[in-house]
Each structure stands twice: as structure tokens, then as C-alpha cells.
């Protein structure tokens, strides 16, 4: 269960008030696959990544499964978002040095050795990136670096997916597979949560919120 | 591989071997003439010219030919030469008795220095090829 | 996959800005060690000058040539050779303040002889002698005989080997140690040899001595000062006294300008280490704070993967150990290479005395140098890290 209580995130520039994100509360249950739908400048990307664990909110709390991540420490909240959150982010970030696999590997192994390498190739096989393991972030397309991200954040099976703008920049065929993907993911067991402003995420919603509407 | 890759050791190696010429023809020479004779380090000043010229255009070969297993082959060739280069002054050739003398204050010196710095170079320009050619099988 | 192999692929994955700061790393590491054995060097040469001199007073012939000369033996290794007569030493003896006394002669070898270029010979009374002796006794056991030798350190000729002088073999019987001063070029023989030598040489027509037999010259007297006398006294003494015969030199007046010179060089030493140094961490910090700025969103997909603050300053602290330790030894082993074999034109081009560390303070300078440039990388880096993860995760993904 993930809840959100009178959230809201304020910038101070040159001595005015800017509200990234106005006052918000809601909550969402388990394994479901949840869109937050609005326009540019909404607040949308800020209340994604304040559920995420990576950005404080100004006012109000979050939970996700019970635990404030806010109320953590540095360390804990590190390996809290290791174990319990795989975040997509926006773009085609990559640890550039590593291959795709080392990449989608990378997750599993900061905290202790894992054998993870069987897991990581049969995740990349399901997203069609079989021949690619050996690659280099700089050798491919941004669908299928989005599709790397994916697989990097769901290789800890962790109980969350938060994901930012995921079918940006893909062609129809690309945005429908990794909308069915998602979708799998969540009647897996997984609380998907995609942030998006683009309508086809709407047929794969179990629940949508509209920011303008909170507003 | 790109080009640099593959011959950033064997740019270095032309370089080395160029400024190992040019040095024994001007500031690191051996001994003069000495009453008109020339004394033993003259003939290993002599050898060690010799010898770069040999470096120079080996090397200059190495980097014009395109086939790697020329390239391999010429650096491995650098290694013995590079040693034979450090043996020339008071090993195979004598030089000089008095260490204040030129041929043993700069020559000598020069020469070892240079030639270890090649002889390092050429291992790893081996070393650097061989892994090149693992990576495209 | 592992933290390890990141850390590895870190390196290995960005050639350019790993070479530039592996470099800067050299440079400091080769700066600090150079800038320590050279000092060092200049000191144990300093050390081992006035040792060797070995006395407070050194009697030489009357006449301005002499002292120069003298020293030229002592700092350049130029052979000399000047006489005087041998009755000089009863008189000089008899001086107030006069403890004991040593004489020693000197003769310049011929050219066309054994070597490329002259050699210093110089004979001393093995028995009584109490400059030369004690430090040869240090190096070789036992007394060299007629027509023998002992060779200084700088003679590429070994024990058992002859060299002829003025048409004499003289057998080889040790080799000194180095004292990196001019003596190193130098062959020792007892009295009778040189005596024998001087003989010889008159034969040829090269000859300082002129019609006097060896038996009745002297090169120079050294004279050890009693304790509670002044030693500028005792010299003045002996320059009013015998003021047309011989020139009295006091050891220390003879180091002092090599003492100020050696100060001016250490100046230029440690001011050329600063500036290298300090143009190394500038540019070092430089590379380290773009390359790190560069990194920001790579390491905010780091911490939303679960790699804490610490962690991932952990991680760019061990890269950059890496990269300064690869650096460091580089510049550690080229600084001995040049500094060994480039000793002998080091110490013809400074005209100072030149003595390297032994073996022991080389290695612990070596570990001084590669301590230092080894954390000198990671803390520049690491401050960089932490300035850089400062900024909120979700605000770094979004640039």
C-alpha cells in the first residue's frame, strides 16, 4: 500500500515561492498498475519521485508498505530503494562503462555477491535484448535502452515499480510492449506506479489520477 | 579496435626511437676524439645509431602495414632489440675508464633509460594487440 | 558483476582523463622523490666532502695556483700535481697548536698511459697517516705493497687488474667506496710506489718535481689542530712564518663556498618540487572536478539503484586511488632510473659533491612520495563526490 499525505514540494528562486507540487493525498493499493496523467509543468515527474524515495517533500509524509523513507537515514534508505523499489527514470540513462548486462546485473549486487547472471540474461531475453547482453549503452537505440531500464529496475523483484514517462520517445510497437509488460508485472504482485501524458497508458490503468484534477 | 588504439604503442614507439637518434647525434653524444684517435665509446655511439635508424624505420613499417600480425611481429622484434640497445654501452662495447667522462655521465645513461622505456613499450604494444585481436574473435 | 569490476571498468572505460591524471600523479610522484634524493644527495656529499678532507689545516706551496688546484682535486677530480720541500714538515711540526700531522703527494698520470685521461695519484704514509688511511681501511684490508693500488669508485677498473703509469704496472689491490666527491677518480699508493712514479715520470720529461729527487719533496702537509687552540690562529701562524715557502688552508674556509652554493641549489630544488606540485593537484582537481561533474547523473542512477552517499564516494575515492597509484609508481621508478643513472652528469653539471642515499632511505623516500600523490588524488576527488551528491536524487535524474 502506498500512501501519499497532504504532499506538497516548494522551491525558494530569488526569493519567490514556486510550487513544483501543490497539496496532495491519496493512496494506492497493491498489485495494481496506477497512472498519474497530466500536462507538462503539472507536477507529475516531482510527486513520482517523492513516492520513489528520492525527493523530500516540503510539507506531509508518504508510505510506502508502512515505512516513511523520509524518516531514514542515508544508508537505510539506500538499501530500503535497493530491496523494495525499481525506478525507471525519464531519458536513456545508462552506466555508460558497463555492458547491458553488467548494467542490468548492477542493482542485485551492491549490497552483497549474487549470483544473478541466469536471471538477468532470461530478463533480458523476455524484453528482446538477447543479442545485445555484450553491448554498450552507446550502441543502442533509445527503446531499447528504455527497455534496459526496465529490466535494471525489476531484476531485485522488488515490491514497487515507479516509473517516469516510460513510453517517451518509443514507437507504437515499443510503447505497447513495455505497457503489457508493466501490466504483467503488476498482476505479478508488483505496485506499478507509471507517470505519463500519454493516453495509450490509460488502456493499461487500473487507476488513473489526474494531477490537474488534485490541483 | 580504432586506429589509435591499435597504434597509440607504436606512435609511442616512433617517438622513442626518434628522440633516442637525435639525442646521441647531439646533447647525449659519447666522448670526442681524443689527439685525433677515437676512443671505444665513439664505436658504441656509432652502434646506438645504428640501431635507432633500425627502430626508426621498423617502426615507421609497423605503422603504414595494416595486417596484425605484422604489427605483433615488429613489436616483438622491439623487445631483444631494445635490449641489445641497453648492453651496448660498457656491456658489448666498452667505454670509457673514468665515470666523470662523458660517455659515461650522459651517453651511457641515455641510452639505458631509453632503452628500457622502449623495450616497456613494445610488451605492452604486444600486449595491446594480442587482447585486440581476442576481443574480435 | 561485482563493485569490483565497476570500479575496474570505471578506468579502463575512459582512456583520456585516466592517462591525464595518471600523469599528473607521475609528475607529482617523480617531483617529490627527485626533489628528495637530489637534496639528499647534495648533503651526503657535503657530509662526506668535509670528512674526507679529514683535517683542520691543509699546507700547500706558496703561490695562488696551489689552492686552486688543490680543490680541484677535491671538487672537480682534476688531476694535479705541485711540490714543495720536504723540510717544511719539521718546521711545520714544531708549531704551537700542532697536534699531528699527515703528508700526502700527489702526481698526475700521463694521458697516452693506462686510461682516456689522467688520474689523480695520490701516495700517503699507510702507517701514520690519519686522512687517507682511515677511510681505505674502511674499504680494504691490509696495506698496498710496492706498485700497487687502490682505485676510487669512479675507475671502471676491478681488483686484480693493472694499469701502467708512466710506463709501470701497478697491480689493482681494492676499490673504494664512493664518497661522490672528486677523490673517486683517484688511485692511492703507498710512498715507496709513488716515490717509484714520480721517478718515473721525470724519466719522460713530465715532471712538476723539477731537478729534486722525491725523497725531498712534499704535495701537501694536513695538519690536525690541538684541542683548545684556534684553528684561524694556528693557520695565521703558519702563513707569517713561512709566508714565501707555503699557504696554510683551513678545510672549512675551503667548503664554505660549496656550502653556500649548495643552499642556493636546494633553493631551486624545493621551489621547482612546489611549483610542480602545486601545477599537479590544480590540474588534477580540474580533471577530477569536470569528470566528476560530468558523472552527476550517473551517479544519481547509482543512488536511486540503491549505492548510498558513502558508497559512491567510496567507490570514486578507490578509482582514483587506483589511477594515483598506477601514476605514482611510474613516476617513482623513473625518478630512480634518471636520478641513478644520470648521478655522475647530475653531479659534473652541479660541481657540487654528490652522494645518493643508500639503499634504505631510497626506499623510504620512494614510499613517502607514493603515500602522498596516492591520497592526494582520491581527496580531491572525494570532495568533488560529496559536493556533487549533495543535490536531490530526483532534481540530478531530470538534467
Not at chain 1, 519567490?16 to 497530466?38: H, M, Q
Not at chain 2, 670526442?32 to 635508424?53: D, F, Q, R, S
Not at chain 3, 668535509?50 to 682535486?73: M, T
Request: with cysteine.
Amino acid at each position: 500500500m502506498i500512501k501519499v499525505n497532504n504532499v506538497s514540494k516548494k522551491y525558494t528562486l530569488k526569493n519567490r515561492e514556486i510550487f513544483a507540487l501543490k497539496e496532495t493525498s491519496f493512496s494506492i493499493e497493491d498489485n495494481k498498475l496506477t497512472v498519474i496523467y497530466g500536462k507538462s509543468g503539472s507536477g507529475k515527474t516531482t510527486l513520482l519521485n517523492i513516492m520513489a524515495g528520492l525527493l523530500p517533500p516540503s510539507n506531509g509524509s508518504v508510505s510506502l508498505d508502512g515505512v516513511d523513507p523520509y524518516l531514514l537515514g542515508d544508508k537505510e534508505l539506500s538499501l530500503f530503494r535497493n530491496k523494495n523499489i525499481g525506478y525507471i527514470p525519464q531519458g536513456t540513462s545508462s552506466v555508460s562503462s558497463l555492458t547491458v548486462l553488467e548494467n542490468v546485473m548492477l542493482p542485485a549486487i551492491i549490497y552483497e555477491p549474487n549470483d544473478i547472471k541466469e536471471k538477468a540474461v532470461s530478463l533480458l531475453k523476455d524484453l528482446g535484448l538477447e543479442n545485445l547482453m555484450d553491448s554498450y549503452p552507446a550502441e543502442l537505440s533509445g527503446g531499447e535502452l528504455r527497455r534496459v531500464s526496465i529490466a535494471r529496475a525489476i531484476i531485485n523483484s522488488p515490491k514497487m515499480i515507479f516509473a517516469d514517462e516510460p513510453t517517451n520517445d518509443l514507437d507504437k510497437e515499443n510503447t505497447e510492449f513495455v505497457l503489457k509488460l508493466l501490466k504483467e508485472k503488476s498482476r505479478e504482485g508488483m505496485s506499478v506506479v507509471i507517470v505519463s501524458h500519454d493516453e495509450a497508458a490509460m488502456k493499461y490503468a487500473d487507476d488513473v489520477i489526474r494531477m490537474g484534477s488534485i490541483q | 579496435m580504432n586506429y589509435f588504439k591499435k597504434n597509440a604503442a607504436g606512435i609511442a614507439e616512433l617517438l622513442i626511437s626518434i628522440i633516442l637518434v637525435v639525442g646521441v647525434f647531439t646533447l647525449f653524444k659519447a666522448c670526442g676524439l681524443h689527439e685525433g684517435k677515437a676512443m671505444a665509446c665513439h664505436w658504441a655511439e656509432n652502434t646506438v645509431k645504428a640501431l635507432g635508424i633500425v627502430f626508426i624505420f621498423l617502426s615507421a613499417i609497423r605503422l603504414i602495414l595494416k595486417e596484425d600480425g605484422v604489427k605483433k611481429g615488429i613489436a616483438l622484434a622491439f623487445v631483444p632489440l631494445s635490449v641489445l640497445t641497453f648492453l651496448i654501452p660498457g656491456k658489448i662495447i666498452s667505454l670509457c675508464m673514468m665515470d666523470t667522462m662523458r660517455c659515461q655521465t650522459s651517453f651511457k645513461p641515455f641510452v639505458i633509460v631509453l632503452s628500457v622505456i622502449l623495450a616497456l613499450i613494445s610488451l605492452a604494444d604486444v600486449v595491446i594487440l594480442s587482447l585486440g585481436k581476442k576481443d574480435k574473435n | 558483476m561485482s563493485v569490483k569490476k565497476l570500479i575496474i571498468k570505471n578506468i579502463i572505460k575512459r582512456p583520456v582523463k585516466t592517462t591525464l591524471l595518471s600523469s599528473m600523479a607521475l609528475l607529482m610522484a617523480f617531483a617529490i622523490l627527485a626533489g628528495a634524493n637530489l637534496s639528499k644527495s647534495l648533503i651526503r656529499g657535503l657530509n662526506s666532502m668535509e670528512a674526507r678532507l679529514g683535517a683542520d689545516i691543509i699546507v700547500i706551496p706558496e703561490g695562488a695556483q696551489s689552492e686552486e688546484e688543490l680543490k680541484n682535486i677535491y671538487f672537480k677530480g682534476t688531476p694535479e700535481n705541485f711540490y714543495m720541500d720536504k723540510s717544511i714538515v719539521s718546521d711545520l711540526a714544531s708549531i704551537e697548536g700542532v697536534e699531528d700531522y699527515s703528508i700526502q703527494y700527489f702526481l698526475a698520470s700521463s694521458v697516452s698511459d693506462c686510461c682516456s685521461a689522467p688520474v689523480q695519484i695520490v701516495g700517503f704514509d699507510p702507517e701514520n697517516d690519519f686522512v687517507v688511511a682511515p677511510w681505505i681501511k674502511d674499504n680494504f684490508k691490509g696495506q698496498p705493497g710496492k706498485d700497487e693500488i687502490i682505485a676510487g669508485s669512479s675507475l671502471s677498473v676491478q681488483t686484480g687488474e693493472s694499469l701502467k703509469i708512466y710506463g709501470i704496472d701497478c697491480l689493482v689491490v681494492g676499490k673504494l667506496g664512493s664518497t661522490g666527491t672528486g677523490l673517486d677518480t683517484a688511485v692511492y699508493a703507498n710512498e715507496e710506489t709513488i716515490k717509484h712514479l714520480i721517478e718515473a715520470s721525470k724519466e719522460v720529461g713530465l715532471s712538476m718535481v723539477g731537478e729534486k729527487s722525491p725523497d725531498e719533496t712534499v704535495s701537501a702537509v694536513y695538519i690536525k689542530v690541538k684541542k683548545g687552540y684556534d684553528i684561524s690562529v694556528v693557520s695565521s701562524t703558519i702563513n707569517i712564518n713561512f709566508k714565501d715557502r707555503v699557504e696554510a688552508v683551513r678545510t672549512k674556509s675551503m667548503i664554505s663556498d660549496t656550502v653556500k652554493r649548495l643552499d642556493d641549489v636546494s633553493k631551486i630544488i624545493y621551489a621547482l618540487v612546489t611549483g610542480i606540485w602545486v601545477f599537479s593537484i590544480i590540474i588534477m582537481g580540474l580533471v577530477f572536478s569536470v569528470s566528476i561533474g560530468e558523472r552527476k547523473s550517473e551517479f544519481a542512477l547509482l543512488r536511486a539503484m540503491g549505492f548510498s552517499k558513502i558508497k559512491i564516494v567510496s567507490l570514486i575515492f578507490t578509482e582514483s586511488m587506483i589511477i594515483c597509484l598506477i601514476g605514482s609508481v611510474l613516476g617513482i621508478v623513473l625518478s630512480l632510473v634518471i636520478i641513478i643513472s644520470f648521478g655522475n652528469m647530475i653531479e659534473g653539471y652541479l660541481g657540487l659533491p654528490f652522494l645518493l642515499p643508500n639503499f634504505l632511505n631510497t626506499v623510504l623516500y620512494s614510499f613517502f612520495a607514493l603515500f602522498i600523490t596516492v591520497l592526494t588524488g582520491p581527496i580531491t576527488a572525494s570532495i568533488s563526490t560529496m559536493g556533487v551528491c549533495r543535490e536531490d536524487i530526483g532534481n540530478a535524474l531530470r538534467r
